[in-house]
């Protein structure tokens, strides 16, 4: 069982660029979310789902996009990334729609 | 905008005393409240679930819950230097719209000096 995972752990992005932030788990939880975390500061909500095929946007969706077409994968899309978009993402998953489990991040900076 | 807020701290305790860490929040309708330990570069953990008012003890670890006060606390018996970490307090907004997300403090970091 290898839980949550991201990929990548590190990425260095140009101002502009466009990129996928992957995301599985391997739990059949139907619930998955997006957060940001910047230095010093706690998690943000960014997008999330319900189960396949269904979003909703969180405390701080500008800039991002997600697709759920499977109950395993929960993709984040940054387009024309901006400085602003460098933080740690985190990734998490959960059974009930309250105990979640988090993925290892992917540290993202965008110079 | 609901919020949950800590004091960041860092709480310095030494080893094997007790460490009392705090948590307010503002949506009085919420149910349910969690305590997540995320160490350095790490992703976080959830340590401890409560949602009834009074006291919750798994351990060393105990979590308290006042409703009334809109408080959370979690206290950390027998602190260790393994213990030293960032603790998130976590409370899921009440109201249908609400389901399944969860609002974070800024978390408050504990320094445990052996």
């Known amino acids: 069982n290898a839980g949550v995972t991201q990929t990548p752990k590190f990425r260095i992005l140009k101002i502009g660029q466009s990129m996928t932030l992957q995301c599985a788990q391997d739990?059949?939880?139907?619930?998955m979310y997006w957060y940001r975390q910047d230095p010093g500061m706690g998690l943000k909500l960014i997008y999330y789902?319900?189960?396949?095929?269904?979003?909703d946007k969180g405390e701080v969706p500008n800039g991002y996009n997600v697709s759920r077409s499977t109950t395993e994968d929960f993709p984040l899309r940054l387009e024309l990334a901006a400085p602003s978009q460098t933080s740690v993402y985190f990734c998490?998953?959960?059974?009930?729609?309250?105990?979640?489990?988090f993925g290892p991040g992917t540290r993202l900076t965008v110079l | 905008q609901k919020e949950v807020e800590q004091n960041s701290g860092p709480l310095s305790v030494p080893e094997g005393a007790i460490a009392s860490l705090n948590c307010t929040y503002s949506?009085?309708?919420?149910?349910?409240f969690f305590w997540y330990r995320q160490y350095s570069g790490k992703s976080p953990e959830l340590i401890m679930s409560i949602y009834s008012n009074g006291d919750k003890e798994d351990g060393r670890f105990t979590a308290q819950l006042n409703k009334a006060s809109q408080y959370v606390s979690l206290l950390i018996r027998d602190s260790q230097p393994s213990d030293s970490a960032t603790y998130l307090c976590a409370v899921q907004g009440s109201g249908s719209s609400n389901t399944g997300k969860l609002i974070f403090g800024q978390g408050t970091t504990l320094q445990v000096k052996p």
């Open positions: 789902s319900v189960g396949a095929g269904i979003t």
């Open positions: 998490a998953s959960s059974h009930r729609p309250d105990t979640q489990y």
């Open positions: 949506d009085r309708g919420s149910q349910s």
């Open positions: 739990m059949n939880h139907n619930y």
